[in-house]
């Protein structure tokens, strides 16, 4: 989908030039793409450190992507370990630890939880492990904030050496109206690119961030719980307070459903 909604803006602004009479040769410009492009990376490239920069590859996968987590799910899980805790201990759990599918977040957890750490200790590690995460996110997320910044104004100076260039040669005045019309150019490239692609994806890098930090946090209180021998049920009502008004709808649901 973002992709589809990148595609949907440029199309919006394009179908609207068109049908106001313009043609879209007119909005081509390779000098005003290659300041605006070229000026953008190279002002990122200073702003953000190559070890972070090396990864924006991988940043436009995961931004394009639709990385889905389902809570539900996740406390059903939690749920069974629970269950099985409380009937067997939990050192029985070790097995269940030793899956391949299992999240590394979860296996560091439990299996802390199962070697008898103090709870405050799992809670420590766990939530720097967090705060690990979010700040190696916003390292990364800072690369397109920083290009969001800094190309309306590489466009913006696009312009002004366009307008230096036409000033600085009046001889014919019939055409000037068209080389003040390309200088321009450069700044709509700035905006545009701004607007529709870099900061929207900053957006959306947000959005996944605050998504997998709202899902660790539930791990974490999970793990607590099950450590402390909270009752399986009494655990699923703290683990419901991370769920949004519809995915507690839908859980209590299935809950009946099982239930009949």
Do not use: C
Request: aromatic share 6%.
């Amino acid at each position: 989908m973002t992709i589809i909604f990148i595609i949907f803006s440029f199309a919006a602004l394009l179908g609207a030039f068109i049908l106001d009479g313009g043609h879209i040769s007119g909005l081509l410009s390779p000098t005003a793409a290659l300041i605006v492009i070229g000026g953008t990376i190279g002002a990122t490239g200073v702003t953000v450190p190559l070890s972070t920069l090396k990864n924006v590859g991988k940043l436009f996968v995961v931004a394009m992507g639709n990385r889905k987590t389902d809570l539900n799910a996740l406390i059903d899980y939690f749920n069974e370990l629970s269950t099985k805790a409380r009937k067997e201990g939990l050192l029985a759990l070790e097995s269940d630890l030793n899956a391949e599918n299992i999240d590394p977040f979860i296996r560091k957890g439990m299996s802390l939880a199962v070697d008898g750490t103090n709870p405050e200790l799992i809670k420590s590690i766990m939530e720097t492990q967090i705060e690990q995460i979010t700040k190696r996110h916003r390292a990364q997320i800072q690369i397109f904030e920083a290009a969001g910044g800094y190309a309306p104004t590489m466009g913006i100076l696009g312009t002004v050496m366009g307008l230096v260039h036409v000033l600085s040669n009046l001889a014919d005045a019939s055409s000037l109206g068209e080389k003040i019309a390309v200088a321009f150019l450069a700044t709509m490239y700035g905006i545009g690119t701004a607007n529709i692609i870099w900061l929207p994806i900053a957006g959306k890098l947000k959005a996944l961030d605050a998504a997998e930090v709202k899902e660790k946090l539930l791990i974490v209180e999970a793990v607590l719980s099950i450590t402390s021998g909270d009752n399986p049920q009494v655990m699923v009502e703290k683990l419901k307070v991370f769920l949004d008004p519809s995915q507690v709808a839908q859980y209590e649901r299935a809950e009946g459903s099982e239930a009949a």
